[in-house]
């Protein structure tokens, strides 16, 4: 098989997901209880096997580096590793100034190797992706470049790259973000468009050739999607991968992948594990979902002096103590400590979290060390919240990491 | 000659546990949801900083070293390791004939690594100790030997080995199992013995010398407890370290050391950890407890048809599923999948276990891979139960590893219509 050396472009700052992304970088976010955003595209190389795995850190990484070292360091018998790199001014006093960029910073990692296919992914999306089927397809096309796509309704164009592409898979356009009415549909399904995943697989060579000359250009924004892809698909040799012609064994068919860009879409992606029908699952043992574990005991339940715990539709984590508290559709990470008469519905607790006696909390998200008093209310009065926090669009209040409320 | 070197005895059959220990070693029983047995004296090594750290094993290992290769491995650099030794005839063809053959057979290590010291500690009790203080105690002392020990009411003596003290905690005696008059109460002290842990620390050159002599003595036991400790005893080098005298930063005053050697005890452990004022918490971010964790989402909670999921007293692992179903005063370790209408109270899942929708389950143990088939109905009828599993003397249903229960009925039923 040839050899696959694979680079995530983990360097986001989020700023959309602040005040979560304050002390973070975005793919470190804490995710679906025990994850991390960036566990998803780490689980989709190693659940396919393709271990030879680069992050190229940038914005405030230290949380992600610590995430990096205890969940995802590899014995290293053998020539596999999955390593941070952080920005080193490799080519100059500057940070990367685009995805192209922070690839040619790092160019000599590539220059040095041996492997016929470069992986380039993005790090803060949730989706399952066998990534050995999509490299069979690059070679079955001898493609340069084969760029990942998903199949959405042509109403939502406007949010995506959009690419066009011929009856045989080639991309023949690509326009950013087009009007509705502009955004070209896939052959044959006028109702539907393909949007760029922001995942490549590049033939070493070709690369290398285009970042090299790509860095030479004064006016270029040194980024895949602007630069180089356009310069690129001209040639012919560009192909798009449709997600859905990806199988993993245990998984519904739909084609689940969400960008969780903003507070909203972070807090619907994290509803979506606990639907009834969840459209992902953390639970195949076929695709396991590693990441790191701190050592804790089992979540803990007691009872209260009136009640006990009602748990409904709900994640709780390792090392969660409950006592006779009701939890209603919501996702408790690690370590949260939830006392009596308390009800939390429709939260994300990100962990480390104390919730005091007789509290309410609705669609709130609560970030790692905060400590809530007894008897305060959150989620209930929206105006009162949009004084001391940050409120999304839908409502979602997000208290930031280590706040102290209602001491 | 320089550092500590730990070699933990592992090598238990534990054949008061079975089933439990019926594919297993008694050091890699499960326990409290997350654990195994061995974690316990493990942490205490850990959590102290010695990592010099050689598992004994024996019998039925092939879980425990797969736990111990997922869970214990350590990076290697400064030269630290957790390594397990199985048997391996280095002296001959035999097994390990008591725990100082067992050290015996393996002395070539001690050579090796040249320590100052040598802990050697069993694996098979619950309990927290920062064996590091023992180790400063025993230099203090400046003893061949210290023996870790535990106060114990006197009316319980005669479950223990007994040690005599004298008033410096100097042991000038030593009984296995004594009755309890026999039993010698600690100096000042009239209401309490001392129980010896089992949990040793030798200086490096007493201990070789000692069990080259023992080994080749044809009437030894090749025991600690019976053959080296008493002939060390006489010598007046062996010293007594109290448990009650560690001290963990964010740990109860009360030292609390469980043997899980029986059924029933394992079951009452477990009991205590549920229990109001736990006496022995899983808790404490001084002294965390390290185990392997398969890679598991959080325990999800789920409705099903008007049965909602109500959790009274209970702990349940990563990757369970709990569908509607009743839980209490219950521990369930990884993926326990419990369907719909179902009644789990004052039991104990180890893991990988499917409980049918509408099951009922009293004071069970369920081991891995079970699977209840939906309305099966075990502990509400003792009689019954003894018929197909093990139940112990207090009334625990054991339910075997990998069992496949309730569903033989409705296959023959099946088989009755065509």
């Known amino acids: ?130 990534i050995r089927q999509k490299i069979a397809y690059h070679e079955k096309k001898e493609a340069t470049l084969t760029v990942s796509a998903i199949k959405l309704p042509k109403e939502q164009a406007y949010h995506f790259g959009i690419i066009e592409v011929d009856e045989e898979g080639r991309m023949i356009g690509f326009v950013e973000k087009p009007a509705v009415a502009d955004a070209k549909t896939i052959p044959g399904d006028p109702d539907h468009v393909l949007a760029s995943m922001g995942n490549y697989i590049f033939n070493s060579q070709v690369l290398q050739k285009e970042l090299i000359r790509d ?24 192909f798009v991968y449709d997600f859905s012609q990806n199988s993993i064994p245990g998984e519904t068919n739909e084609t689940y992948w969400r960008d969780v860009g903003n507070i909203d879409s972070y807090w619907h992606a994290n509803m979506d594990l606990i639907k009834s029908q969840p459209p992902i699952s953390l639970y195949n043992r076929r695709w396991p979902m590693h990441t790191h574990y701190p050592a804790l005991p089992a979540a803990h339940f007691r009872n209260g002096d009136e009640r006990n715990c009602a748990i409904r539709k709900s994640q709780i984590s390792d090392g969660c103590f409950i006592t006779g508290a009701t939890i209603k559709k919501s996702i408790l990470g690690f370590n949260c400590f939830v ?66 409320i209602g001491f | 000659m320089a550092g500590i070197l730990a070699m933990i005895l592992a090598g238990g059959e534990g054949s008061r546990l079975f089933p439990l220990t019926q594919t297993r070693t008694k050091p890699a029983v499960p326990f409290g949801g997350n654990y195994r047995l061995v974690d316990f004296a493990l942490n205490n090594f850990v959590n102290a900083e010695l990592m010099k750290i050689y598992v004994l094993t024996q019998f039925k290992s092939q879980s425990l070293s797969i736990h111990l290769r997922k869970a214990w491995r350590l990076s290697g650099i400064a030269k630290q390791f957790i390594e397990a030794i199985p048997a391996q005839q280095r002296v001959n063809k035999n097994w390990y004939s008591g725990t100082a053959d067992a050290i015996y057979q393996n002395a070539r290590f001690i050579e090796k690594h040249d320590p100052e010291h040598v802990c050697i500690f069993g694996s098979d009790h619950i309990y927290k100790m920062d064996v590091q203080q023992m180790v400063e105690h025993h230099k203090a002392k400046g003893g061949s030997l210290t023996v870790a020990a535990i106060r114990v009411v006197k009316a319980q003596a005669y479950h ?35 129980a010896s842990m089992g949990n040793y620390i030798f200086k490096s050159d007493v201990l070789l010398k000692e069990l080259y002599d023992d080994a080749a003595d044809r009437d030894s036991s090749h025991d600690f407890g019976k053959d080296i400790i008493p002939k060390l005893c006489r010598k007046g080098k062996v010293f007594v370290y109290k448990l009650s005298d560690n001290y963990i930063p964010g740990e109860p005053a009360t030292a609390y050391w469980r043997d899980v050697g029986s059924l029933d005890s394992y079951w009452e452990s477990h009991m205590q950890l549920l229990a109001e004022k736990a006496p022995f918490s899983l808790y404490n971010k001084h002294w965390p407890l390290h185990t392997y964790h398969p890679p598991l989402p959080p325990a999800t909670f789920r409705d099903q048809a008007g049965s909602i999921s109500d959790i009274s007293r209970s702990m349940i692992g990563a990757g369970s599923y709990i569908n509607g179903a009743q839980i209490s005063n219950s521990v369930l370790g990884f993926s326990c999948h419990v369907c719909s209408a179902a009644i789990i109270k004052d039991s104990v899942l180890l893991g990988n276990t499917k409980v049918g929708s509408g099951a009922r389950l009293t004071k069970v143990i369920l ?40 569903f033989e009925e409705q296959n023959s039923a099946i088989d009755k219509k065509y």
């Open chain 2, 160 to 194: 223990f080995g007994i040690i005599e003290v004298d008033e410096q905690g100097r042991m000038i005696g030593f009984m296995e199992k004594p009755s309890v008059e026999d039993a010698k109460t600690i100096p000042g002290d009239d209401d309490h013995v001392l």
């Open chain 1, 1 to 130: 098989m040839a050899k696959v050396l694979s680079m995530i472009l983990a360097g986001g700052e989020g700023s959309r997901l602040y005040p979560l992304t304050q002390s973070r970088t975005k793919p470190s976010v804490p995710f679906g209880g025990s994850y991390r955003l960036i566990d998803c595209v780490l689980n989709n190389f190693v659940n396919s096997d393709l271990l030879r795995i680069y992050v190229l850190t940038q914005f405030k990484s230290q949380s992600l580096n610590k995430h990096l070292h205890e969940a995802w360091e590899l014995s290293n018998i053998t020539d596999t590793f999955i390593d941070a790199i952080p920005a080193q001014m490799r080519t100059g006093k500057h940070w990367y100034s685009g995805t192209a960029d922070a690839i040619y910073q790092n160019l000599q990692f590539i220059e040095s190797d041996e492997a016929d296919h470069i992986c380039i992914f993005g790090s803060d999306h949730i989706y399952k992706m066998d």
């Open chain 1, 215 to 238: 860095a030479a250009m004064k006016k270029s924004s040194h980024d895949f999607g602007k630069d180089i892809i356009p310069h690129l698909y001209p040639q012919g040799k560009v």
């Open chain 1, 339 to 404: 006392e009596q008469d308390t009800e939390i519905s429709h939260c994300i607790l990100l962990g480390d979290t104390k919730i005091g006696k007789n509290c309410r909390l609705t669609k709130v998200i609560v970030d790692k060390n905060v400590s809530i008093a007894d008897n305060v209310q959150i989620g209930i009065n929206l105006e009162d919240d949009k004084k001391r926090f940050t409120v999304s669009d839908e409502g979602i209040v997000v208290i930031p990491k280590g706040a102290k």
């Open chain 2, 367 to 406: 081991d891995k891979g079970v699977e209840i088939a939906p309305g099966t109905i075990i502990g509400e009828n003792l009689e019954e139960d003894r018929k197909k599993f093990t139940v112990s003397e207090d009334g625990v249903v054991v339910i075997a590893k990998g069992s496949k229960v309730g």
